[in-house]
């Protein structure tokens, strides 16, 4: 994908998206008391790589994101990703504009260990989010950014540049936002969906459970989530659910098992990879990886554009049911 960095022309990250300059439209939901919802659409649309964020239908707040930086001379990576806010979009935005920065220097100073500092990366900038205010009063409010209940999912795939004719691409995720490839036409995912009931996830939370009797992940309604609150297993922010103490010997402590650690997979490019896609959750609850990946391969035969396939993607998703926000980029070599 050397011709993804060099046809971009961008030498500085991809400006924060916002709805200014944007179309916006308001559309009453079905017969909900809660009136009008903004549905912001976002685009962008380049030779190489497109993206698309919109509202959900069934959301009164925009709480998804993208953030791309690209180098132009093709000698340094280039980011790509999405993430997804929950409880607001405090920890999306902050990711926004803070993961790849501090992301970059890591990989800059990581000797060619790309995992180790993907996770390192995440990791650092997972106790941003956790911060306590700052000012006089900071002691007394919630700890973390947008709050204790806020945080955010992320998926994240960087192209390193080629070296000895090699092309990379390290792919990585907290959460339910994905990577996929398209390997010779096969959709490959390159994440993991990290949810409660997951046995390996599960069996990691509960081990940390001081008091086994009563576990950690339990199911409400239906559906597994971490103290019965939240249906994710790892995620950015959540300081409510994150492990914590009081740093006094034999003092307080506790916690739910929530981590921003990310899973990480370093994947060879090929000339048959034709397509890269990371989008959030909401695109990948009704279109399966392999059916994202055909719209894309058969765009791609017509000359569409990648903007015009990540449009088309959200599209299609929404007509098949998805009312969450969608953050999607797509991404052709």
Same mark, same amino acid.
């Given at each position: 994908?050397?011709?993804?960095?060099?046809?971009?022309?961008? =030498?500085?990250?991809?400006?924060?998206?916002?709805?200014?300059?944007?179309?916006?439209?308001?559309?009453?939901?079905?017969?909900?008391?809660?009136?009008?919802?903004?549905?912001?659409?976002?685009?962008?649309?380049?030779?190489?790589?497109?993206?698309?964020?919109?509202? #959900?239908?069934?959301?009164?707040?925009?709480?998804?994101?993208?953030?791309?930086?690209?180098?132009?001379?093709?000698?340094?990576?280039?980011?790509?990703?999405?993430?997804?806010?929950?409880?607001?979009?405090?920890?999306?935005?902050?990711?926004?504009?803070?993961?790849?920065?501090?992301?970059?220097?890591?990989?800059?100073?990581?000797?060619?260990?790309?995992?180790?500092?993907? !996770?390192?990366?995440?990791?650092?900038?997972?106790?941003?989010?956790?911060?306590?205010?700052?000012?006089?009063?900071?002691?007394?409010?919630?700890?973390?950014?947008? =709050?204790?209940?806020?945080?955010?999912?992320?998926?994240?795939?960087?192209?390193?540049?080629? !070296?000895?004719?090699?092309?990379?691409?390290?792919?990585?995720?907290?959460?339910?936002?994905?990577?996929?490839?398209? $390997?010779?036409?096969?959709?490959?995912?390159?994440?993991?969906?990290?949810?409660?009931?997951?046995?390996?996830?599960?069996?990691?939370?509960?081990?940390?459970?001081?008091?086994? $009797? !009563?576990?950690?992940?339990?199911?409400?309604?239906?559906?597994?989530?971490?103290?019965?609150?939240?249906?994710?297993?790892?995620?950015?922010?959540?300081?409510?659910?994150?492990?914590?103490?009081?740093?006094? @010997?034999?003092?307080?402590?506790?916690?739910?098992?929530?981590?921003?650690?990310?899973?990480?997979?370093?994947?060879?490019?090929?000339?048959? +990879?034709?397509?890269?896609?990371?989008?959030?959750? #909401?695109?990948?609850?009704?279109?399966?990886?392999?059916?994202?990946?055909?719209?894309?391969?058969?765009?791609?035969?017509?000359?569409?554009?990648?903007? +015009?396939?990540?449009?088309?993607?959200?599209?299609?998703?929404?007509?098949?049911?998805?009312?969450?926000?969608?953050?999607?980029?797509?991404?052709? @070599?």
């Amino acid at each position: 994908m050397a011709s993804l960095c060099a046809s971009s022309g961008l =030498g500085q990250p991809w400006p924060a998206l916002e709805c200014k300059g944007f179309a916006t439209s308001k559309r009453r939901i079905g017969s909900s008391r809660r009136g009008f919802v903004v549905n912001c659409a976002l685009a962008l649309d380049k030779k190489s790589y497109g993206a698309m964020a919109v509202q #959900g239908t069934g959301r009164a707040n925009m709480e998804d994101t993208v953030s791309v930086s690209i180098d132009s001379t093709g000698s340094q990576p280039s980011f790509f990703g999405v993430f997804d806010g929950h409880g607001g979009i405090a920890v999306a935005e902050l990711l926004k504009t803070r993961l790849w920065p501090e992301y970059k220097k890591k990989l800059s100073q990581g000797g060619g260990n790309f995992a180790k500092a993907t !996770k390192s990366a995440y990791l650092e900038v997972d106790e941003m989010t956790l911060a306590q205010p700052k000012g006089l009063f900071g002691a007394l409010q919630e700890r973390g950014v947008g =709050g204790s209940r806020c945080g955010a999912t992320a998926a994240t795939a960087v192209l390193m540049p080629p !070296k000895d004719g090699t092309r990379v691409l390290v792919a990585a995720n907290v959460g339910d936002a994905r990577v996929v490839i398209s $390997k010779g036409g096969k959709a490959l995912q390159l994440t993991v969906d990290h949810k409660p009931e997951v046995e390996s996830e599960r069996k990691r939370i509960e081990a940390k459970n001081p008091t086994p $009797k !009563k576990p950690l992940v339990v199911n409400v309604g239906g559906t597994w989530r971490i103290g019965g609150l939240l249906s994710l297993s790892r995620a950015f922010g959540d300081a409510f659910l994150k492990d914590w103490s009081d740093g006094k @010997p034999d003092g307080a402590g506790g916690g739910f098992g929530l981590t921003a650690e990310p899973d990480v997979t370093i994947q060879e490019i090929s000339p048959d +990879d034709k397509v890269v896609i990371v989008g959030t959750d #909401g695109l990948w609850e009704t279109m399966a990886i392999q059916d994202a990946v055909d719209i894309c391969l058969s765009a791609q035969e017509n000359d569409t554009s990648p903007g +015009d396939v990540a449009k088309k993607l959200v599209k299609i998703s929404q007509e098949r049911g998805s009312t969450d926000d969608i953050a999607v980029i797509v991404i052709f @070599p």
